[in-house]
């Protein structure tokens, strides 16, 4: 079982120490996928059901972060020109903070199935429709990370703890990443995407 206090970052108001977060012993993280080459994919980083299960039980501390953590993404995204005309175009900055929050959230589910994996795939091929080619998305993600890292320093000291959960996020990451890109090469056409499309619907 971990301890940890949590701490929301983005916050300037005093933060309300006490508040105790407990990985539930109770929880079972799962892998439910007979897709081999899925599961050939969590074997080569290593991703575990033990792993998802500390996932799970960094949910809390997420959620107390989360708009801070949506906050610093577009603001990051909307300094580059390009993206802030994708979004323009195609959607608003308040429905995709609204989605973003919501992946966030499940992206810490502590579980594996089909439906998280088809939504990482719509993901992509959103990405695709509205022509956001795959540095602009690494880069977003790398973002993540760092926001994600932040949360993680502040509120957890002990340091072998702290580089443990810091690889289990990079591994989760690390898989969403593998199955947009994986999307992306599987549709090559994204750079001759038609700008005329409709416009986009809530993930």
């Known amino acids: 079982m971990i301890t940890i206090k949590i701490s929301n970052i983005f ?6 120490h006490g508040y105790q977060l407990n990985v539930d012993s109770n929880f079972h993280g799962a892998i439910k996928t007979n897709d081999a080459e899925i599961l050939k ?5 290593d991703l575990t059901i033990e792993d998802l299960e500390t996932i799970k039980g960094l949910q809390p501390l997420i959620k107390e972060n989360l708009e801070g953590l949506v906050d610093t993404f577009y603001k990051t995204i909307l300094k580059a020109d390009n993206l802030k005309a994708i979004i323009d175009q195609n959607s608003s900055t308040n429905r995709l903070r609204q989605t973003l929050e919501k992946h966030i959230l499940e992206m810490f589910n502590g579980i594996i199935d089909y439906e998280f994996i088809e939504k990482r795939i719509t993901v992509a091929k959103v990405h695709i429709r509205i022509g ?5 998305y690494l880069g977003a993600f790398q973002n993540l990370f760092s926001s994600l890292s932040k949360v993680i320093n502040t509120n957890i000291s002990d340091q072998v703890k702290k580089a443990e959960i810091m690889d289990v996020i990079s591994k989760l990451l690390n898989f969403e990443q593998q199955l947009v890109l994986e999307a992306y090469e599987k549709n090559k056409t994204y750079p001759n995407v038609n700008r005329n499309m409709k416009k986009l619907e809530v993930i």
């Open 132 to 136: 956001l080619e795959p540095k602009w």
């Open 41 to 45: 994919q969590l074997e080569i980083i």
């Open 11 to 16: 916050n300037s108001k005093k933060v309300q």
